[in-house]
């Protein structure tokens, strides 16, 4: 019955694609093949990020429906976007076995409003994902392993140079999952869906090494136009 009703309900209403609107298909095949074939790889804070596609309004309108509404194929797109980035840094770095995948944090007003934490969860469906044909390459922790300062402002509206001082020891580690490990012998894969000015990723980079901890590189599923210019 469900099928049928699915079936009436999309030749009254047509599926259209999330990215460019094209009618009969949530993600179309052209779309498709932007997030899987987009990946460009730029150095922030000396490391490596690979990021899937170019941050613009179409990509950001997939974003905000990922993360605010929970848009499955949304999401779709996001994780899209994080496995050509995964896939591209493979190819510049090696990244050794049972790498931590950690996620950026979100502030808490913001987890709270959404329901839980977008990128924990994400980050969680991706290693899965992943172990498909990777084994068990990535390893994501049973807790998010970094916090946000709740002194954070919000980061839209603020031009570059103020998301740094925002962003300045924003980042807490919480290291309770890692007690019983040597600190100096992790190694952390850190993961974003969008990458603008830096300044969190960065932030999230200093606190992790203060504590000892190795930063391999960063993946994302998309980054400004002027971080993809960066080689």
Known sequence: ???FINAIRTLVYPASCIMCG?????????????????????????????????????????VLSAKEDNG???KKCILLGLDAAYQNLRGSITIPASTFLISIPSANAANRRRGGNYLFDLSKTF??????YLGNMLTVP???????????K???????????FNMESAINVDLSYFDHLNLSKISVLLMDDVVTSGATLKSAISALEASKITVIGA?????????????
């Open 142 to 152: 049973k807790k998010p392993m970094l916090t946000q300062s709740p002194h954070v």
């Open 1 to 3: 019955m469900s099928r």
């Open 154 to 164: 919000d980061q839209s509206g603020l031009s570059a140079l103020e998301r740094e």
């Open 72 to 74: 499955k194929f949304a």
């Open 219 to 231: 993946i994302a599923a998309c980054a400004s136009q002027r971080q993809m210019r960066i080689p």
């Open 127 to 132: 290693a899965k994902d992943s172990k498909k």
């Open 22 to 62: 094209n009618l009969n298909s949530e993600l179309c095949l052209d779309c498709n093949s932007i997030w899987r074939n987009s990946s460009k790889n730029f150095r922030l804070a000396n490391h490596i990020v690979a990021a899937g596609l170019t941050y613009n309004e179409r990509v950001a309108r997939v």
